[in-house]
């Protein structure tokens, strides 16, 4: 009897039988919050809005999570994006620009870095612009601007509301020139939505910098900022090689600018569906205009009391 053939190998065939047909773990099981380090159990992290249970540190969400927890429930439908040259300047560094459009389209699932979608919010009207990071860093280029002026028409035609939910590291330098002509259009988009009597409600995220800060981010009637969001428009390095100085502690994050009055509130991701119907109701709610009184008599002309008092009966 042969103990390799007749011990051995039947051994490793059957462990590796039970290998191959073990059910496969998912790695994304845990997170670990990039503030304080700990691990969070992923069903956890997703119970609370994403946020973590320890240290209360706001992580980055998409536009699919923002539509779901900010629009009533059953009210919305995604807006299709307007479709734009994928990559006008024909650009390449370590690899093509058009390349890198398809990995982050295939990793995302979405068209660029802006979604829109319309519905209610506590049953107003509502056009909800969402960015989402994950794609090329939220970055600007003609498909953003293009969707971000869209949504803003789309509020137009509908008499909604415009709400912007901004997450971005500024202008895409894959489209030069054609991704700064996008602060000034979506500028004047933002513009538009005011004459036509409609609040601008602007959600700051983490992080909300470069070109995006400089031009629709900041024109919003009310600025809502979630807990220690950074929001600036160059980083806290470049300005402090700049200017030669050290910044104070927490500069750039959403309380910094909420005491420099920046922004007009810092509401926690919890609160932030109701802070927004409360807005909204403020703003989109019809006041009713107080019934008229009609006067008991008819009124007295200015000269009747002076004639009346001049008047004087015969003796």
């Not at 997703?46 to 320890?54: I, L």
């Not at 004047?188 to 981010?217: C, H, M, N, Q, W």
Request: hydrophobic share 45%.
């Amino acid at each position: 009897m042969n103990w390799l053939t007749s011990y051995v190998r039947p051994r490793i065939r059957a462990l590796v039988e039970r290998t191959q047909n073990r059910t496969e773990v998912p790695e994304n099981l845990w997170h670990q919050c990039p503030s304080c380090e700990r691990m969070i159990f992923h069903r956890d992290l997703e119970a609370n809005q994403r946020v973590c249970p320890h240290c209360g540190h706001h992580m980055r969400v998409g536009p699919e999570f923002r539509f779901k927890t900010l629009l009533d429930e059953g009210s919305w439908h995604r807006l299709e994006p307007p479709k734009v040259a994928p990559d006008p300047l024909r650009f390449r560094d370590a690899k093509r620009y058009s390349d890198r459009l398809k990995e982050a389209q295939a990793k995302t699932r979405t068209y660029d870095a802006l979604e829109a979608a319309e519905g209610t919010i506590g049953g107003l009207p509502v056009v909800l612009a969402v960015m989402n990071f994950e794609f090329l860093g939220g970055s600007m280029g003609t498909a953003v601007g293009e969707a971000f002026i869209a949504a803003a028409e789309r509020a137009i035609e509908r008499r909604a509301a415009f709400v912007v939910v901004t997450s971005s590291g500024g202008a895409r330098m894959q489209e030069g020139t054609l991704s700064l002509v996008q602060m000034a259009r979506t500028t004047v988009a933002v513009a538009r939505v005011k004459e036509a009597g409609l609040p601008y409600i602007v959600v700051l995220a983490d992080p909300t910098t470069g070109g995006v800060t400089a031009s629709f981010a900041m024109l919003g009637d009310i600025h809502i900022a979630e807990p220690g969001a950074v929001i600036g428009f160059a980083g806290a390095r470049v300005i402090e090689q700049t200017i030669r100085e050290k910044l104070p502690p927490g500069f750039q994050r959403a309380e910094y600018l909420l005491a420099h009055g920046m922004v007009d509130m810092v509401v926690h991701r919890f609160q932030l569906r109701a802070t927004l119907a409360r807005i909204l109701n403020l703003l989109l709610r019809p006041v009713p205009l107080p019934a008229t009184v009609e006067p008991a008599e008819a009124p007295v002309p200015a000269s009747a009391p002076i004639e009346a008092a001049t008047h004087a009966e015969p003796d």
